[in-house]
Structures are given as structure tokens and as C-alpha cells.
């Protein structure tokens, strides 16, 4: 079956590199997205990946995918306080048809200090 | 920058009642989605709409629920007959034809039954 599992909570200092890490069990996965959530708010899709990608850098955002461990990374470059959400890993399973759902995982709420 | 909306934000309704959550999706997008969160859980998928027709369904998604895209701009969830355990977070999504599955999502409507 499909399942998206991830770590509910990160504290990192501002200006340390945030990791948010997520592991997959459908092996099918077309995409693999990460989501950002913030109060109030509704879910932002930040940046995917397709699935024969191994690594995709957007800016501060570097994302690492290991197929064969079905493992997703977010690593996010000098953390900032606007960082401060909630993360959401999401995969497209291939035999969703062309209608597309996502499952997510929980979440994980990052929190940035000074 | 054109966005999807909801109402209402927040829901209080008691057990057996019907409620109609109500959404606007991006204009010019063709396919729907409705997703809840129970809080402290995952995001779950309900439903997935398209040509004016349900093209995929989850098992939480009974003949207790029902969309209607009544007037080509509003994408409505209709819960018949509502239970303590619908009481979650109501997320509407939409994303055009072309593109990776980008779902824009909206803020969200938080149900409370009682």
C-alpha cells in the first residue's frame, strides 16, 4: 500500500541547514514533492522531484532522493526564522491515473531559534 | 497571484446535521480535489474531480459525502449526515491540465462536530 512516514518535529538554530526527511512505500512514485505550510495558511507546494532524479537544488532548497531506500530529503541552506512551518512530504503513486492524488505524510514542524 | 478559497474558515455543526463546505478554485484550472487532515494525522485524500464527474475516491469518501461544481466557479464537499470523527480540517485543492501535478491548495475549513 501507499504510505509517506516523516519525523513530526525539528528545531534548528537560525542560519544552520534544516534536514526533513521522509521515507515512501510505494515504489511506483512519479513525483515526489515537499509542501510548506504556514499558520493560517493553506499547503504551498515548495519543490519536486521526478523519480529518476537522484538530487534537485532550487535556490536554498536542495532536495535528495534515494530510490532505492525510497528515502526524500529536504535540506534547506541557512535557515531562517520565516522558515518556521510545517513540511509536508507527498508522492504521486504511478497507478493513480491521470487524475493524480497525493499522499502526504504527517508533517513535520520546523521551528527555527535565534 | 490568483488563489484557491474556502469558507467557511471554521464550522461548528452538531452530530447528524448537514454541512456544505465551499471552495473557489483557480479559474481557469480543470481538476479538483478535496483533502482532510484529523488533527495530529496525516492529510488524507477524499475525492479527485474532473469533466464534471468524480474520477477517484478514497474509502473514507461514503455515500455520506458528495462534491458538486454546481455553477463552473464554486467546487463544494457535502457531508449528509455529519459524525463526531468527520471533525478535521477540509483542504480543497486545484491544478490546471498541463504541468506537474501542482495542486494549489487552499487555506483550509476546520469542521468541529459536536
Known amino acids: 500500500g501507499e504510505d509517506v512516514e516523516q519525523s513530526l518535529f525539528l528545531s534548528v538554530r537560525e542560519g544552520d541547514s534544516s534536514v526533513i526527511n521522509c521515507t515512501y512505500t510505494?515504489?511506483?512514485?512519479?513525483?515526489l514533492y515537499w509542501y510548506k505550510q504556514e499558520p493560517g495558511a493553506g499547503l504551498q507546494l515548495l519543490t519536486y522531484?521526478?523519480?529518476?532524479?537522484d538530487m534537485k537544488q532550487d535556490q536554498r532548497l536542495t532536495v535528495l532522493l534515494n530510490k532505492k531506500d525510497k528515502h526524500l530529503s529536504l535540506r534547506i541552506a541557512d535557515t531562517q526564522t520565516g522558515d518556521s512551518a510545517i513540511y509536508f512530504c507527498?508522492?504521486?503513486?504511478?497507478?493513480?491515473?491521470?487524475?493524480?492524488?497525493?499522499?502526504f505524510g504527517a508533517g513535520t514542524r520546523l521551528a527555527v531559534h535565534p | 497571484e490568483p488563489e484557491v478559497t474556502q469558507t467557511p474558515s471554521h464550522q461548528v455543526t452538531q452530530m447528524g446535521q448537514e454541512v456544505i463546505l465551499r471552495c473557489v478554485p483557480i479559474?481557469?484550472?480543470?481538476?479538483f480535489y478535496w483533502y482532510r487532515q484529523i488533527l495530529g494525522q496525516k492529510v488524507e485524500f477524499l475525492v479527485s474531480f474532473y469533466n464534471n464527474e468524480i474520477s477517484e475516491k478514497s474509502e473514507i469518501f461514503d455515500d455520506q459525502f458528495s462534491v458538486e461544481r454546481p455553477d463552473g466557479s464554486n467546487f463544494t464537499l457535502k457531508i449528509r449526515s455529519t459524525k463526531l470523527e468527520d471533525s478535521a480540517m477540509y483542504f480543497c485543492?486545484?491544478?490546471?491540465?498541463?504541468?506537474?501535478?501542482?495542486?494549489?491548495f487552499g487555506p483550509g475549513t476546520r469542521l468541529t462536530v459536536l
Open positions: 479559474s481557469n484550472h480543470l481538476y
Open positions: 507527498a508522492e504521486t503513486p504511478m497507478f493513480s491515473g491521470g487524475y493524480n492524488k497525493l499522499i
Open positions: 510505494d515504489s511506483s512514485s512519479t513525483y
Open positions: 522531484i521526478f523519480s529518476n532524479m
Open positions: 485543492a486545484s491544478r490546471s491540465r498541463a504541468g506537474v501535478n501542482e495542486q494549489f
